[in-house]
């Protein structure tokens, strides 16, 4: 199948996911309030960074070796399931051990929501394993149905459950996680047990591993800002209107770059595969230059826009957030060649590039948000607006150096090449 079919596949059946998505912050946000809004964010963002932890980089160590013919996609399967229980089995010997009062204290949560957060995490993470495979061995149906799955099945959770205490919203997560993780093991028909003997798994875990780790920087980093950010605006719990207010400006900026972020897996996982890197080059200065168009579009429209559709879709009571939102949608830009910048690094075998550029970013938005005196939404979008900008630039200054493409093509401000076919040989 042709990238360009891919690509509009995923667009289509991804906007399930996101569209569920939103409805969930909708419902959620009319129900509760900010308040309501700022807990459940954060406590997602928590499952996602344990999950993160847990990933170790494996999804994108997972397609690159697989399309590499350096790895067994049923071997994978296997490995993901025991790996993932081993993961649940270690998050709940701390749990019965006896968890620290000082960690419930720090992350603020229940001790039976903490117990939720393990499973959620684990159930999490065995998807994200699943989820990687099928994109690298299964039709790009089966992809797209096991990627937007949980957060249909987390929306239609939340229309039909209505809990009193916004803190069961919990029980929500995890139940979505785990039947997605159930559904994703029926549509690769995992086998649990494999005959091949420990050696030669042990080799290809080392394989997973060495490549993994540099993949792990980045999503742990993402991971790691996202449940700070929310930590510190919600002061402990006593604020949590601030981290309901920044988790609506984070939902915009994920619509306004909705394109690139459905289907950068795919893009990935072909540009993985090509061995003309010509062509591969072709497509990213394409790409490149339609997210400028993008970002500028968004921008300018966004910052009009942004008051009234949060005032008529979220409520009067969010309209405290439009300022951090204002402030994100500059970032559009950086973000999406970000985005970009990593798929393509990645492709061609520079993962410890990418990790540099989400460790600039973390490093610069946690060292601003440590800071006593900043914590409100708008604060936390200066600081993430300055850390998308300087990842970009680190990451496009290694994109330039490594190929034949003017550094404007790089970033998609070439404007001479909206009238002319260009045709790029790589140096890579």
């Not at 690509?7 to 996101?18: A, M, N, P, R, Y």
């Not at 909708?26 to 997602?44: K, L, N, V």
């Not at 490995?79 to 701390?94: C, E, K, N, P, Q």
Request: aromatic share 14%; hydrophobic share 50%.
């Amino acid at each position: 199948m042709r990238l360009k079919k891919k690509i509009s596949i995923t667009f289509l059946l991804q906007s399930l996911g996101v569209s569920a998505t939103a409805l969930t912050k909708i419902i959620i946000a009319q129900r509760y309030g900010p308040e309501g809004q700022g807990y459940f964010s954060y406590y997602y963002s928590l499952v996602n960074l344990l999950s993160g932890i847990g990933l170790f980089g494996f999804p994108q160590a997972f397609v690159y070796l697989i399309n590499s013919k350096k790895l067994d996609p049923e071997w994978s399967k296997s490995f993901s399931f025991y790996y993932s229980f081993l993961v649940g089995l270690v998050g709940f010997a701390v749990l019965c051990i006896g968890t620290p009062a000082y960690l419930l204290e720090l992350i603020d949560l229940r001790a039976m929501a903490f117990g939720a957060l393990i499973i959620a995490s684990s159930a999490t993470l065995l998807n994200g394993l699943y989820r990687a495979i099928s994109l690298a061995t299964q039709s790009i149906y089966i992809y797209n149905i096991i990627s937007f799955a949980s957060p249909v099945i987390l929306c239609l959770i939340c229309v039909i459950w209505k809990p009193l205490d916004y803190q069961n919203l919990a029980i929500g997560i995890v139940l979505a996680a785990i039947i997605n993780s159930c559904l994703s093991s029926i549509f690769l028909k995992v086998k649990i047990f494999s005959t091949e003997n420990f050696k030669i798994n042990l080799i290809r875990i080392k394989k997973a591993v060495s490549y993994g780790f540099w993949s792990f920087i980045p999503n742990i980093s993402i991971g790691l800002v996202t449940a700070f950010t929310y930590s510190i605006l919600r002061q402990g719990g006593i604020a949590e209107a601030n981290a309901g207010y920044f988790s609506i400006s984070l939902l915009f900026i994920s619509f306004s770059t909705l394109p690139l972020s459905l289907i950068t897996p795919v893009i990935f996982n072909t540009w993985s595969q090509q061995n003309n890197s010509g062509s591969m080059l072709n497509t990213y200065v394409k790409l490149s230059h339609f997210g400028t168009l993008i970002a500028l579009v968004g921008c300018g429209l966004g910052i009009f826009l942004v008051e009234p559709v949060t005032k008529v879709v979220f409520g009067k009571a969010f309209l405290a957030s439009v300022s951090s939102t204002q402030i994100l949608l500059v970032s559009l830009f950086a973000v999406y060649k970000s985005q970009l910048l990593s798929a393509a690094l990645l492709a061609v075998g520079y993962p410890s590039k990418v990790a540099v550029g989400q460790l600039i970013k973390a490093i610069l938005i946690i060292s601003i948000m440590s800071l006593g005196f900043l914590n409100s939404a708008t604060d936390a979008a200066i600081a993430w607006c300055l850390g998308e900008f300087c990842s970009m630039l680190y990451m496009s200054i290694v994109f330039y150096k490594n190929t034949n493409l003017p550094l404007l093509q790089v970033i998609g401000l070439h404007i001479p090449w909206l009238f002319k076919k260009i045709n790029i040989k790589n140096n890579l």
